[in-house]
């Protein structure tokens, strides 16, 4: 289907992509400008349920009756993107939901491929998210990069990625752990500590438990054969 993200003719879903703020005239008159990235409605809506519920035209009631509640999207068949995305990250995301891929992905920096996360978990675009995740976890994931990655998973709820970036510092603890930049994105997800330490702990190998030795003195019964006068003998 790579072919119809071409066929600008019979596309009927637009997404506006926040590009920049344009002054006019004075300081306090501005005006918003945006980029529109077209898509067809029926792609849209057969690869995704976020986009199948975003077109809705209306609720059913119990009645089969339309109730003719729907989202300003389904109306206007345009969505207006959150500014943190760009026009690549959108086209990206087309192209995965037009050919079930992103071919040139081993191109995309670790930054943009963050922000497909984030978009995938925001749209439901499980299978998006999976693919995502395996190119962070196979050509990005290093002592620089790993805690940052690790921090995005508890936003984008990304198990895989999250399993992958404990494996990583546990196989390389000593750099990780030594990294300033480590450091400083952990003291903004403390809680993202404890599965490290419980990793770290499973490693330890497991040994007997010494258990301390009690020695009790008797002094009050005499052992058997043994004088227990305190005082030696005096000399003959």
């Given amino acids: ?43 849209l809506t057969a690869r995704g349920e976020y986009f199948k519920a975003l077109f809705r035209k209306g609720a059913t009631t119990s009645d089969g009756i339309n109730s003719g509640v729907a989202f300003r999207e389904s109306k206007e068949g345009t969505i207006e993107v959150d500014p943190v995305f760009t026009q690549d990250h959108i086209r990206y995301t087309l192209e995965f939901l037009y050919t079930n891929r992103i071919q040139r992905i081993q191109a995309v920096c670790t930054d943009d491929l963050l922000c497909l996360l984030s978009l ?22 290093q002592v620089t990069t790993v805690a ?7 936003d ?31 003291k903004n997800y403390p809680h993202l500590c404890i599965p490290v330490l419980k990793a770290a702990a499973d490693l330890i190998p497991e040994g007997p438990v010494l258990k301390k030795q009690r020695t009790e003195t008797n002094t009050n ?10 005082v030696p003998d005096s000399d003959p």
């Fill in 156 to 186: 984008y709820n990304a198990q895989r990625l999250s399993k992958a970036c404990i494996d990583f510092i546990m196989a390389n603890i000593r750099q990780v752990t030594g990294n300033a930049t480590f450091q400083e994105e952990m």
């Fill in 148 to 154: 940052r990655m690790y921090c995005a998973t508890e």
């Fill in 221 to 230: 019964t005499p052992s058997a054969g043994i004088s227990s006068s305190p």
């Fill in 120 to 141: 995938s978990d925001k749209w439901c675009l499980r299978d998006l998210k999976r693919i995502v995740e395996h190119e962070l976890i196979r050509n990005h994931m």
């Fill in 1 to 43: 289907m790579r072919e119809l993200l071409d066929d600008e003719e019979h596309m009927d879903a637009k997404f506006l992509i926040h590009d920049e703020i344009i002054s006019s005239g004075t300081a306090s008159m501005k005006e918003q400008k945006f980029i529109e990235i077209r898509a067809h409605k029926a792609i």
